[in-house]
């Protein structure tokens, strides 16, 4: 399948959307959010010292750890490198600007929102990590990832060939909508969660092996909710078997069943094993690929052709 150059601009743009994701989750698991303290050079300085001795004289050396200096400084790159993805995207899109107009305002809103976003993070860390502004900082890269994935699809969906009855479509529809809908309220529960952590983290100073203690009854609701997005995902998987749906929801349907499973996995790790980095990254990484497979699904369901099978 040969793709135009918007295609494999925009493909590129979200899987290096989902990388920047990734680092931002060892920023954070790692707690190098303030390994650069100034915004937006690094201690003063465009490239950051590797060494205390090479520190403007105005900086205390206590603050310097040359791993979450240089790991908060890979994530700032990553930024501008998808600022530039973006950027370029955005761009090219001009070539729909008549066939498919929706593909370049799509992109548009995606180019606005990452200038906002680069503006949003230099206030994160001027609020000294402030459990508010990186709940927002997250929730702001999900809607860039998702409003280019929308974009990336509506390029290429003219590429899909698969036919569904009206009512086999809605049906999948309903069903897929409400694992979107309750991954994302689970999502923001989640993120209250993290910013009690964070409270116990930064602001308690508890060690890691009780930050999950310390949260609550939020905490158990977080955890039980997240049954109520497995039932619809079985649902999911069960009506793509029962209607043949072909081999790309039938692959998209286990996806997204893989990815719930792995969350659970991962928020059991979280819990049992006090908090561990790895499974925070996972965790965090995990639901943006989750929701980009989600929409996927959607997308794919919604601009199917129409068939007569009932």
Not at 130 to 153: D, K, N, P, Q, V
Not at 235 to 262: Q, T
């Amino acid at each position: 399948m040969k793709l135009n150059l918007y295609q494999k601009t925009a493909i590129t743009t979200v899987i290096a959307t989902i990388v920047l994701i990734f680092v931002g989750g060892l920023v954070r698991a790692s707690g190098a959010g303030l390994g650069c303290p100034d915004w937006p050079q690094c201690f003063g300085m465009w490239i950051p010292p590797t060494d205390v001795a090479d520190l403007p004289a105005q900086y205390d050396a206590s603050q310097f750890n040359p791993m979450h200096t240089w790991l908060e400084y890979i994530n700032r790159l990553v930024g501008v490198l998808i600022g530039l993805f973006i950027t370029a995207t955005f761009v090219i899109s001009f070539r729909y600007r008549k066939t498919d107009p929706v593909v370049t305002m799509a992109s548009g809103a995606a180019f606005v929102l990452v200038l906002f976003q680069g503006w949003l993070g230099g206030q994160v860390v001027r609020s000294g990590l402030s459990a508010g502004m990186i709940t927002l900082h997250m929730i702001l890269a999900m809607i860039i990832l998702t409003t280019l994935l929308y974009a990336s699809f509506r390029a290429m969906n003219s590429r899909i060939k698969i036919e569904l009855s009206a009512n086999q479509r809605k049906t999948l529809l309903w069903v897929s909508v409400s694992v979107l809908v309750l991954t994302l309220v689970q999502m923001v529960i989640g993120t209250q969660v993290r910013e009690s952590i964070d409270i116990a983290k930064n602001v308690m100073e508890l060690p890691r092996s009780e930050w999950i203690e310390s949260v609550g009854t939020l905490y158990p609701v977080h955890r039980s909710f997240s049954w109520l997005v497995v039932v619809p995902a079985g649902l999911m998987l069960f009506y793509n078997r029962k209607y043949e749906v072909g081999s790309l929801l039938h692959r998209l349907g286990w996806a997204v069943a893989m990815l719930i499973l792995l969350q659970v996995v991962a928020g059991v790790t979280l819990e049992r094993f006090g908090m561990p980095g790895f499974a925070q990254v996972i965790h965090l990484t995990g639901v943006a690929v989750l929701i980009c497979a989600e929409i996927l699904y959607i997308l794919v369901v919604r601009f199917s052709k129409k068939g007569s099978v009932a």
